[in-house]
């Protein structure tokens, strides 16, 4: 019952945000050109080489070498649409073991401070790594429920509800909630913020149909991030503590309380980058050894007690619809490191681009791994 009331009040929320976040947009005239029907489409190519040396037996050598091919059409009206597609991925081998193909079906709102998905659409790209590992934004790149963000002014919101894993007598039901907010204050040249995210994952029993249900046990998950930031120019900071609360209630209803200090840094100048990660506390997902990635999707260096990662990066190649990167991974813990070589290229094209006469004057494509 108390699973279900989670969802419930999960599913009010997101839902009062969606309206909200369309509700607040300016309104078109319905006679305006903006409102005609038109034809979207997009296509997205990704490559990725990512050799991983080093590590222990939760990150073991591994190397990671596929392609990921999105390809989605939509019918456009004002600031809504209906979009279609599939992901496509596929690991470069002799033979086509191990592929994914998983559809894309959602309504788009996209208004001038405001945006909203329902549906099986892309995650998102801007997730930390403690909610979202490298791996899993590989392995899992649909969403599949609601997303709603506003940007007005200073202040900046976004709510998800991702549906991981349906019920049934071999899988066990599991979603997650989260929501994120930010303050911006510009001062002089530089610019402030404050704010904080919080997602709730779940993981429930199987179905009735399961012979053993019983010995499932019923797990919650919370992470909370408050955090500052500053940014001035090519670099930035971020400050602030990860506080988790964990409880497999086949075991016991007590919660446990992992918590630390996690701090970011980057610096870009031109093609070189640099970005610095740091925590430092008790071990976050306490129950990962009996659970794994059914209930945490976030990276597993945060399962220690001190964990350093440098990422440098070199861009190679860069327009509105091609990018080529190059990077560098160093991983420390009290445990073990490790050394990541990672090359991406991506290829990325729409109706916009398709249309303009100018594509060396829009935004550079960014990577998307």
Same mark, same amino acid.
């Given at each position: 019952m108390?699973?279900i ?11 009062a945000?969606l ?12 006679d305006?050109?903006?409102?005609r ?6 296509v997205d ?16 050598d591994?190397t ?5 091919l ?7 009206l004002?600031?809504?649409s ?10 470069l081998?002799?033979e ?8 894309l ?14 549906g ?8 930390p ?36 894993q ?8 599991? /979603?997650?909630? +989260?929501? %994120?907010?930010r303050? =911006?204050?510009?001062?002089?040249? *530089?610019? &402030?913020?404050? @704010?904080?995210i ?20 019923v ?19 971020e400050?602030?503590l990860l506080?988790?609360?964990d ?12 918590a ?12 070189l980058?640099?970005?610095?990660? /740091?925590?430092a +506390?008790? %071990?976050q997902?306490? =129950?990962?050894g009996?659970?794994? *990635?059914e &209930?945490?999707w @976030?990276?597993?260096w945060?399962?220690n ?20 990167e ?6 420390a ?9 990672q ?6 094209f ?7 006469s ?12």
């Open positions: 108390k699973g009331n989670a969802i419930r009040h999960t599913l009010i929320a997101v839902a945000l309206w909200a976040s369309t509700a607040i947009a300016a309104p078109i005239s319905c305006s050109a903006q409102w029907p038109r034809l979207l489409w997009s190519l990704n490559a990725v080489l990512n050799n991983r040396e080093g590590g222990d037996e939760m990150r073991p591994q990671f070498f596929f392609t990921r999105t390809p989605q059409i939509g019918i456009g004002g600031p809504h209906a979009r279609a597609g599939v992901v496509w991925y596929q690991p081998v002799n086509l073991s191990g592929y994914k193909v998983v559809p079906v959602y309504y788009h709102y996209s208004g001038a401070d405001a945006e909203a998905k329902v099986m659409f892309e995650a998102m790209e801007s997730m790594r403690y909610l979202r590992s490298d791996s899993i934004n590989y392995l899992q790149p649909v969403m599949r429920g609601a997303y709603a963000a506003y940007r007005g002014g200073q202040n900046r919101l976004r709510a998800w509800l991702d549906w991981r349906m019920q049934s007598a071999t899988r066990r039901e599991a /979603f997650a909630a +989260g929501a %994120e907010y303050r =911006l204050i510009k001062v002089d040249n *530089s610019r &402030l913020g404050a @704010g904080a919080v997602e709730y994952s779940h993981l429930a029993k199987r179905s009735k149909a399961a012979a053993d249900r019983e010995l499932d046990g797990n919650d998950h919370v992470i909370i991030n408050p955090s500052i930031t500053w940014r001035g120019g090519a670099f930035g900071v400050l602030g506080l988790s609360l409880r497999d209630r086949h075991a016991s209803e007590k919660w446990r309380t992992p630390g200090v996690v701090a970011n840094a980057d610096w870009h100048w031109r093609w980058g640099v970005e610095q990660t /740091f925590y +506390g008790k %071990e997902m306490p =129950l990962y009996d659970y794994g *990635s &209930l945490y @976030g990276d597993t945060y399962h007690k001190f964990y350093s990662r440098t990422d440098v990066s070199a861009t190679v190649f860069s327009t509105s619809y091609l990018n080529l190059a990077r560098l991974t160093f991983h813990s009290n445990h073990t490191t490790a050394f990541w070589q090359v991406t290229a991506r290829f990325y729409d109706q916009t681009l398709w249309h303009s100018n594509r060396k004057s829009l935004p550079k494509l960014a990577p998307r791994f």
